[in-house]
């Protein structure tokens, strides 16, 4: 027996070129304890510190990313968009047409489709062939053409009534319900009276 460098008594080992040295499980038994357990003291001192390593490497420096990252999306189309009654014009007895305008303002931008309402009476498309293109922070107007088909089923006093505007954006298309208010009621009624009262039969 030989001491090292510590005092610890250790165990000769001899190795020899031959095939019948001793195994690698008998030089492991032929240490004494002490020598073992300073050597699984050394082998976990140096693992540890290994993890203390990548813990430094991938530390602030470095963040992970949430696995659930909050996408902006597009707005609904009815939520981010506003109609409003802006007048009544070129009403045609003969015809008995009539045009409305209305005003669009949107927060996304937003297609206008289509344009109807509550009377099965009266019918309406746009004036323009294509939809309109409403763009953000600028007052679109959106011009519609209206017809009466019966004076017969047609109210001589307009109560409130309500515009259907199909909507479309990057998101969804949709319809957008909303009443105009009493101006609008106001200037839908003159204009049922004008194209159907006594004073438009021959």
């Known amino acids: 027996m030989r001491q090292n460098k510590w005092g610890m008594?250790?165990?000769?080992?001899?190795?020899?070129?031959?095939?019948?040295g001793p195994r690698l499980c008998e030089r492991w038994n032929a240490l004494s304890w002490r020598v073992r357990w300073l050597t699984v003291a050394l082998a976990l001192s140096f693992l540890l510190a290994g993890a203390g390593a990548c813990l430094l490497l991938?530390?602030?420096?470095?963040?992970?990313?949430?696995?659930?990252?909050?996408?902006n999306k597009v707005p609904y189309p009815v939520h981010s968009t506003q109609m409003s009654f802006v007048r009544i014009t070129d009403v045609d007895v003969e015809k008995r047409s009539f045009r409305v305008e209305l005003r669009a303002v949107t927060k996304?931008?937003?297609?206008?489709?289509?344009?109807?309402?509550?009377?099965?009476a009266v019918t309406?498309?746009?004036?323009?062939?294509?939809?309109?293109?409403?763009?953000?922070?600028?007052a679109e107007r959106v011009r519609v053409k209206a017809?009466?088909?019966?004076?017969?089923?047609?109210?001589m006093r307009a109560r409130l009534p309500f515009l259907d505007v199909t909507l479309r954006n990057a998101r969804a298309s949709q319809d957008l319900s909303f009443i105009p208010g009493d101006r609008y009621a106001r200037a839908l009624t003159r204009v049922f009276r004008t194209v159907c009262g006594p004073s438009s039969r021959p």
């Open 108 to 120: 996304d931008p937003v297609l206008v489709r289509r344009v109807t309402q509550e009377y099965t």
């Open 9 to 20: 008594e250790m165990a000769d080992v001899l190795t020899g070129g031959g095939g019948d």
């Open 147 to 155: 017809r009466v088909t019966s004076c017969r089923d047609l109210p």
């Open 58 to 71: 991938d530390g602030p420096g470095k963040s992970v990313p949430p696995a659930h990252t909050k996408r």
């Open 124 to 138: 309406m498309e746009l004036s323009s062939v294509r939809a309109v293109t409403v763009q953000p922070g600028q």
